[in-house]
């Protein structure tokens, strides 16, 4: 049992009954409601707002902010809860300073009023409730600006995940993000994940027009600085002339990255296709999707492609991505393996 000390009201301090009104009534459902929406906040369920506002409904205006409903009367109003419950539910709003018990000796709750106005209340006061409005209602306030954050940050990456699977659907970085999504995350977690997705979103577009990176003497004099040749070759895939389709010895001869991986000599296009299977998964390239590729362009552009990409290099960021743009995506129009060819074997010359 807790003793509480007892508070005497004398005529002078009683509210009027418009005063008392407004403050145990109006106010009152304010707080609750500010309650309610931040009730995570203090770890309370559905079930204590449910007895708390069973025990609101009990107020009448004028007559304070002092329950003096039975246990049995609010366990009806609440829905026929268990008593046990009922004060399990008391006895956390008690331990959270947002109510006190006012015990009478047999244990009742009723109020007693003297000749001159004075007056004693037994029951469980809501005052401590009223007192903390403003705390309530600034936190209520903060958990509803994180979430509503929480929401525009869920759309931002969902809109990133769609553009990612529409580029490479092949990747599995949006399937990861949507089951970490099922979780209920923090806004730090959200804004990780959008700074990821920003990332991912960031090597996808650039995954075709990287730059490759020159180094350039300091001296003017010398004529490594009007060289331009680095944006055509950026752009040689971009490119198209003619659809006819390369000779074995040209593919095999310009793109020796490719055929260094092979200690057989490569005569038909079965060979190239065969090797070129083999490589595609070295290279970050799934199997379904070279599939996929010979399929639409034809087994000889797709092959043709594997061996190209090799003979790039550094200068593709995402393998995949690029093979996908290439064969399945936008620029699948403006790939032409002869012409790329020809500009490969041209640029070795030159550098011979």
Known sequence: MTFTKLSIKHPDAHPSPGEAASTAQTDLWAIFRALRDSSSHFGLR????????????????????TVFASNSEICRRVGGIDERTLRRHIDRFLELGFMTRHDSPNRKRYRVRSSDGQCISYGLSLSPLLERADDLLAI????????????????????????????????????????????????AEYRALLATADTECDLMSTAVDAPRTTILPAN??????????????????????????????????????????????????????????????MMGIHPTTFEKAKTAVGAQKASCAIFIMLQLGNRIRDFGAYFHSITLGRRVQQFNPSLLLNRLAGVENVRA
């Open 46 to 65: 559905p079930g204590h707002m449910q007895t708390l506002q069973a025990m609101i409904s009990f107020l009448k205006p004028g007559h304070g902010d």
């Open 140 to 187: 209520a306030q903060e958990v509803e600006n994180r979430r509503r954050d929480c929401i525009f940050l869920r759309k931002q990456i969902l809109t990133k995940l769609a553009q990612l699977e529409e580029f490479n659907p092949e990747s599995t970085f949006p399937s990861e993000v949507r089951k970490a999504l099922r979780r209920k995350l923090s806004i």
């Open 220 to 281: 003017d004099g010398q004529t490594d600085r009007h060289q331009s040749r680095s944006k055509k070759e950026d752009k040689d895939i971009e490119r198209a002339a003619n659809t006819d389709k390369p000779e074995i010895r040209t593919l095999t001869s310009v793109c020796d990255q490719a055929t260094s991986f092979t200690t057989e000599k490569l005569r038909t296009w079965e060979d190239v296709e065969g090797h070129a299977r083999n490589l595609a998964p």
